[in-house]
C-alpha cells in the first residue's frame, strides 16, 4: 500500500488545531519536534487521511454553513496522508515515510475526553475511529509529497524449543543462535 504526506501539522499547545509547515523533523523515540504531543510515550506521532477529513467536510452540517470546512490540522494530527487506507492498519504494523523514516503503529482511534470544537460543529468527530498514532523508530525530516509505504508487522518474535533430553544430559544440545 503506498500513498503520501499531503501535509505536516504542528502546534505548540495542546488542545488547539495543528497548522501546516512547509518541512518538520520526526525525532527517534520523541515525535515532530516543535509539536505539543511530541514526548517519549506511545503517542509520538498522529496520521489522519485527507479522504477523512473531505469526507468530513460532506457533511450536511458543513455544507449549509458559511463555514469553508475542515482543513489539514484541525483534527491535530502531524502527518496528513493521501491515498493510503489508514483504516486497514493494525497495531505493529511499520510505516516508512520519505527516504528515512520509519515509524510504528501504536494505536488506532482515541478517546475524545470532551466536546471537542469538531464534535459542536457536525456532531462527529472522526479522529476516534480513524486516526492513527505511532512510534518514531527512525527519524528524519519529513516535508508534503514525500512517499509513504505500509510495510506491515514489524513485531519481533523468537522461537524457543524445549529438550528434555537435553535437559537430562541424555543428547547434546546443538541449536544455533539465530540473529
Not at 517519549?40 to 487521511?49: A, D, G, N, Y
Not at 512510534?135 to 524457543?160: F, P, S, T, Y
Request: glycine fraction near 12%.
Amino acid at each position: 500500500m503506498k500513498g503520501r504526506v499531503f501535509s505536516v501539522n504542528q502546534s505548540r499547545a495542546k488542545g488547539v488545531p495543528k497548522l501546516p509547515v512547509k518541512e518538520g523533523y520526526l525525532k527517534e523515540g520523541w515525535g515532530l519536534l516543535g509539536d505539543a504531543h511530541s514526548g517519549r510515550w506511545h503517542r509520538q506521532v498522529s496520521l489522519l487521511p485527507w479522504e477523512s477529513i473531505k469526507s468530513q467536510n460532506a457533511c450536511p452540517k458543513i455544507k449549509k454553513s458559511k463555514d469553508e470546512g475542515f482543513k489539514p490540522g484541525d483534527f491535530a494530527e502531524n502527518i496528513t496522508t493521501e491515498g493510503l487506507d489508514l483504516a486497514k492498519l493494525r497495531v505493529g504494523d511499520g510505516i516508512e515515510i520519505g527516504e528515512d523514516i520509519k515509524v510504528k503503529v501504536t494505536q488506532i482511534g482515541k478517546k475524545c475526553h470532551t466536546r471537542c470544537a469538531i464534535y459542536e460543529k457536525v456532531g462527529k468527530c472522526i479522529m476516534p475511529k480513524e486516526g492513527i498514532f505511532a512510534e518514531v523508530l527512525k527519524g528524519g525530516r519529513v516535508k508534503a509529497g514525500d512517499k509513504i509505504k505500509i510495510r506491515g508487522e514489524m513485531m519481533k518474535i523468537g522461537i524457543i524449543t524445549v529438550s528434555d533430553r537435553c535437559s537430562e544430559g541424555k543428547q547434546e544440545d546443538k541449536v544455533d543462535l539465530l540473529s
